[in-house]
């Protein structure tokens, strides 16, 4: 037998097959193997983007808050330690020495961008119009905005004070709360959805159940006597979140903390605990989560303002979210309060401002809206079925939606930058500002690859864009938290309102429709 008779016997044997039990362990070990895989690639590509998005901030026009800083760096800092632990499990003392490096660099990086933490002391309560020169730190961003828009642009913001994060912080130590939400926290699995819901549930609880120290509690019984005026009857509050870093850049919490609106003053501790409990819903646990930012770093500011009855609400934005070369003034508006138009409710007014000067309403588009929300008399807001001939009318003149886009345009021209702007115009047709925040842009967001040719007929077409792209995978209807339990990684998340509630699954969603 010649030497290349005997090597193409020997390539021609088959190797040994293994025995069941062998073969199982072996494809256990392949997707082990393969899933730390897919999570070092994940782990990599978060870590880019925070990277990515800090250089981008680094060469915008204004420079980027600390907030937004430290914010991506833990980022970053959090998806390269998932690299290293993956790497770690694929390839055992491959790498020795890789932690204790990521540990003195991390060390490092904390040091230079110092405390993150909000004032241990300050006053636990303020006007609005201190909020303004208290700073983020203590008013929290959006009530710290209002502030300032009422005291330096004098635009017509309703009358409120501010319980501050210093209150917060006053509220977690008399109930020893730290170390109950970080035992909840700790032993939780929060990457499956159904122990993020059971953590949160509990977390939650403890803040409903706990207890309003006494001298904060005066503090805002006395703030809120001041805001009705002698002989005014029927004072009716709203109380709105305004946490540590809820509209920094980069991040938008928008929608996952709570609003309670036609509050009794009398009734305000019930209103504030559910405000504050909201800082752990299970979409700001999971965003908190993403965004690589520490629980135990955030703080809740509550703005406490003076319920404004609408005749019609809605929200302005002062570039085109998708496209922002379109410098118009876009304003979305329903009738009655603007919660239908901030929750995607139902279908809402659509017009636009050029703007000019002077100002030119450029288009009109009326919704049929069916019904609105108004104020309950007790307490609380409910929907109210609208007459025909309302529901197809639309809920803003000419010139209220040319009085609204100028103070729209003063807001971004004040802060620098595009705005989104809810607004209300009460019954007596006054307009006034509820909250400002930057318009997140949807710069480099339209550069994912082309859909897969097919020859399929598509099932369904049309509709509106939110965030342009395109992505494939198995499609689940979510309508209920069971729902959203059996929803798996890769899948395309159906829903139908894109509500902050499913914020959770968004991770793993291949796309949203």
Known sequence: MNLAEHFRRWFARQPPQPDEQTAQQLRAEFAARYSCFKDLLSANQRALEALAEMEQA??????????????????????VLRMIKGLEALAPDRYPGLAECFARIQADIERALGPAAPPAHGPLVLGLAEAGRAGESLAGPKMAALGEIAASLDLPVPPGVVITTVAFRRLMEHNQL???????????????????????????????????????????????????????????LALRSSASGEDAPGASFAGQFSSELNVDPANWTEAYLAVVASLYSPPAVAYRRRLGLK??????????????????????????????????????????????????????????????????????????????YVCQPGEGVLPEALEPSLAQRVSLSEGQALAL??????????????QDVEWALDQEGRLFILQCRPLPLAAGIGSAQPAPETTAPPLVAGGVTASPGAAAGPLRWVQSGGDAVAFGEGEVLAVEQPLPRWAPLLGRAAALV
């Open 405 to 418: 886009a100028e103070m729209a345009l003063r807001l971004a021209e004040h802060y620098h930058g595009p």
């Open 58 to 79: 680094e060469a915008g026009p204004h420079s980027p808050s600390m907030a937004f800083v430290r914010g991506r760096a833990t980022a970053a800092a959090v998806s």
């Open 295 to 372: 629980d135990e770093d955030a703080a809740m500011a509550v703005g406490c303002l003076a319920m404004i009855d609408a005749a019609a609400g809605g929200v302005a934005y002062t570039a085109d979210p998708l496209d922002p070369s379109r410098r118009r003034v876009f304003i979305n508006s329903c009738w009655g309060l603007p919660k239908a138009v901030v929750d995607g409710s139902w279908d809402c007014d659509q017009l636009e401002v050029e703007p000019g000067p002077p100002l030119i309403l450029a288009a009109c588009r009326a919704a049929n809206k069916p019904r609105r």
């Open 178 to 236: 730290d170390e109950e939400i970080a035992l909840r926290l700790q032993t939780a699995d929060l990457e499956r959805t159904d122990g993020l819901l059971a953590a949160c549930s509990q977390i939650q609880g403890l803040f409903l159940r706990a207890q309003v120290p006494p001298e904060l509690a005066s503090q805002i019984d006395g703030a809120l006597a001041g805001l009705c005026a002698p002989g005014q009857a029927g004072l009716r």
